[in-house]
């Protein structure tokens, strides 16, 4: 893809600080990180989000995933890591390109996480659950 910042990334046509790299991912520091550390772990071919990327290429993620993330953790001493990966403009994802946020994070913060809102009876979590079971 000629105008995605990921790819120019990946091709080396833009800057940035890489902390890993292998045959199939890239992993950057983030440019607005959240905690420092933060670091952005990309699937180097172009793919939009998790719905287009290849399985194969999926299957192979999880072990970079945790090298990367063992090394941010102990890289900035970390109490913890927050995996994020947005999919779909309404969920975040601000770049059409399948990368996850590693997010180290730290005792006195001041992040939170978002609230959840239980169900509002048990014949709606049994509505959805069917709902996704179906999809399959």
């Known amino acids: 893809m000629n105008d995605c910042v990921f790819c120019k990334i990946v091709k080396g046509k833009l800057p940035t600080n890489k902390i890993y790299e292998d045959g199939n991912f890239l992993a950057i520091l983030d440019i607005n990180p959240v ?33 990367i993330s063992n090394a941010v953790k102990d890289g900035v001493g970390a109490d913890g890591i927050n995996i994020i990966m947005n999919n779909e403009e309404i ?21 939170r996480h978002w609230l959840g809102k239980p169900y509002p009876n048990k014949e709606e979590t049994i509505k959805i659950t069917k709902k996704i079971r179906n999809s399959f």
């Open 91 to 111: 969920s975040g994802q601000m770049i059409p390109h399948t990368h996850l946020h590693v997010i180290p994070r730290f005792a006195n913060d001041g992040f």
């Open 35 to 67: 905690n420092p550390g933060h670091s952005l772990l990309m699937i180097k071919n172009h793919h939009k989000n998790i719905y287009e990327t290849p399985d194969e290429i999926l299957c192979k993620i999880g072990p970079v995933l945790k090298k």
